[in-house]
């Protein structure tokens, strides 16, 4: 399989823990992507990567989530001190730049803030 | 700014009937605009997109969509629904003129296709 793959697909952890997910993009794409879904709601965007440079950071993405992209190839998403709002599913996506682009996604991964 | 409505949650069709899952956007300048399907407990796949060109653009599996620059719509149709389809929908949009590149998704439409 060369698609996005996400570890772990599911988390659950008790509030005030710190938690980290990993993403590992198409081989060949240059851009990663983090959205965060909740029930009922589209993607929406957190952040993103060309290559190891971090290039867009949304408001949501508070001082409690930081996300890196080491060497440009596989990313990971960390929240500290988690509560119970962050309960969502994680979902990375990768890309080629480009004007339009295609951006393709992940299974997600879902967590639970007990 | 740049936003996507879908204005139904969900859309019910018999299998076999034409099926329409709407969108309409906005955005200060030109549009990109895409559609994906998310299964449950999965993650998105991607459908079809318009960049420029043919207004109507077919995708996969049967799926087409028509860009509609003076409704600002870009309507998922197939001509023929297969209880298979049943999914939720996204619609997406960029817009190319504000040097970001991150999509705006709307809330979805959830399609339910009765045998």
């Known amino acids: 399989d060369t698609g996005v793959s996400q570890d772990p697909r599911h988390k659950i952890t008790k509030r005030g823990q710190n938690v980290t997910f990993r993403c590992d993009p198409i081989?060949?794409?240059?851009?990663l992507y983090w959205y965060r879904q909740t029930l009922g709601q589209g993607p929406e965007f957190l952040t993103y990567?060309?290559?190891?440079?971090?290039?867009?950071k949304s408001r949501l993405l508070s001082d409690r989530f930081s996300a890196e992209r080491p060497k440009g190839s596989f990313s990971t998403l960390e929240i500290q001190r988690t509560e119970q709002g962050d309960s969502a599913m994680y979902l990375c996506?990768?890309?080629?730049?480009?004007?339009?682009?295609?951006?393709?996604f992940g299974p997600g991964t879902r967590l639970l803030v007990l | 700014a740049q936003s996507v409505a879908q204005p139904e949650d969900q859309v019910n069709v018999a299998e076999g009937n034409p099926l329409t899952v709407k969108c309409t956007y906005s955005?200060?300048?030109?549009?990109?605009l895409f559609w994906y399907v998310q299964y449950p407990n999965r993650g998105l796949q991607f459908l079809l997109k318009?960049?420029?060109?043919?207004?109507l653009v077919k995708g996969s599996y049967g799926f087409e969509a028509e860009f509609n620059k003076s409704q600002t719509s870009f309507h998922l149709k197939k001509p023929s629904a297969l209880v298979s389809d049943s999914a939720l929908y996204f619609c997406?949009?960029?817009?190319?003129?504000?040097?970001?590149?991150?999509?705006?998704f709307g809330k979805g439409t959830m399609l339910l296709v009765s045998p």
């Open positions: 996506a990768s890309s080629i730049s480009g004007g339009g682009e295609t951006q393709y």
């Open positions: 955005v200060s300048g030109n549009p990109y």
């Open positions: 990567f060309q290559n190891e440079a971090q290039l867009e």
């Open positions: 081989s060949e794409h240059n851009r």
């Open positions: 318009y960049i420029t060109g043919d207004n």
């Open positions: 997406a949009v960029r817009d190319w003129n504000s040097g970001y590149s991150t999509l705006t």
